[in-house]
Nanobody, 114 residues
Framework: QVQLVESGGGLVQPGGSLILSCAAS???????MGWYRQAPGKQRELVAA???????NYVDSVKGRFTISRDNIKNTVYLQMNSLKPEDTAVYSC?????????WGQGTQVTVSS
């Protein structure tokens, strides 16, 4: 098992930036890591993912604005979010996936509002 703890959420104005961090309790080198989000009344969606080999993919709505990265030495995954929009408002959760097993963090709130 792996425990995940997110940090870095908060309130930001439209057009602003935030960096989310996800610290893991053990090595994440074998895991596909992802950031999901869920807005009120909406289904949870995969925002960005990075494979153990470093391949990334993004939901269309954040391409060109968000960047996911991983540091396997620090056992941490990051989500750099730029040009934030009100529709990015959601609870963002970190996920670790390996051979059918999913592990989740508790989530961090991101609110984009003026």
């Amino acid at each position: 098992q792996v425990q995940l703890v997110e940090s870095g959420g908060g309130l930001v104005q439209p057009g602003g930036s935030l960096i989310l961090s996800c610290a893991a309790s053990r090595s994440i080198s074998i895991y596909r890591m992802g950031w999901y989000r869920q807005a009120p009344g909406k289904q949870r969606e995969l925002v960005a993912a990075i494979s153990d080999g470093g391949t990334t993919n993004y939901v269309d709505s954040v391409k060109g604005r968000f960047t996911i990265s991983r540091d396997n030495i620090k056992n941490t995954v990051y989500l750099q979010m730029n040009s934030l929009k009100p529709e990015d408002t959601a609870v963002y959760s970190c996920n670790a996936y390996f051979f059918g097993a999913h592990y989740w963090g508790q989530g961090t709130q991101v609110t984009v509002s003026s």
